[in-house]
């Protein structure tokens, strides 16, 4: 009885959960349609709400936003707006760290997360699965006579928090692993382990030997 029980919660656990997420994000994107004069709301309309009308909205403003900020008017008042936002105290500081942080990692560059490594963290005799970002700066390579790579680790089951540092680059060891499929293996706190399994402190003595 207990072992049907647990089969029909790892069923309907994920299911719900990402049922739960999606309603979320539609009732987060729904509410671009308070910016519709109320006369041209869907629910005024109608006369009942339906979710996922403002999805295609949000879609079309973000699109309509990316296709004018391409041309030179759009690229005029992109300069202004951020120009104006740069002069406000507070705003100042949250803008630019957000949008450095996301031109970072939506650009198409590829400079966000290249490489999935092992690193060891958070002592020498254990092994923690980082990202390496973009090349350190010139006051930070300097400052040492081997190569520094600048890593991210994150925490588990949310990637989204984490550590950063700079280690040397002979301290690291490459594993031949998508992004992505790190990413899921983080999230589920090593339950869900990439296919096919690539191990190299099994499959690569000599880099075995090397970071010992």
């Known amino acids: 009885?207990?072992?049907?029980?647990?089969?029909?919660l790892l069923i309907w656990v994920p299911l719900a959960i990402t049922i739960w997420v999606l309603a979320m994000i539609i009732?987060?994107?729904?509410?671009?349609?308070?910016?519709?004069?109320?006369?041209?709301?869907?629910?005024h309309l109608m006369?009942?709400?339906l979710p996922g009308i403002g999805v295609i909205l949000t879609l079309l403003v973000v699109l309509i936003t990316g296709v004018t900020a391409r041309n030179m008017v759009g690229q005029r008042f992109l300069a202004y707006w951020e120009n104006l936002l740069s002069r406000i105290p507070v705003v100042k500081s949250v803008y630019n760290s957000v949008k450095q942080v996301s031109d970072t990692l939506l650009s198409g560059s590829g400079e966000a997360f290249r490489k999935v490594l092992l690193v060891r963290y958070p002592h020498p005799e254990a092994w923690a699965i980082a990202f390496q970002t973009s090349a350190p700066v010139h006051e930070v390579s300097s400052v040492s006579e081997e190569e520094i790579v600048g890593v991210f680790i994150p925490t588990a089951p949310s990637p989204v928090n984490g550590f950063f540092f700079f280690v040397r680059k002979c301290d690291t060891i490459e594993l031949h692993m998508s992004v992505d499929s790190a990413l899921k293996y983080i999230i589920s706190m090593g339950v869900v382990a990439p296919l096919p399994p690539t191990h190299p402190l099994i499959n690569n003595p000599a880099g075995r030997a090397q970071n010992e």
């Open 1 to 8: 009885m207990r072992k049907y029980f647990i089969t029909g």
């Open 27 to 43: 009732r987060a994107m729904d509410q671009s349609l308070l910016l519709l004069p109320e006369a041209l709301r869907p629910e």
């Open 47 to 49: 006369g009942f709400y």
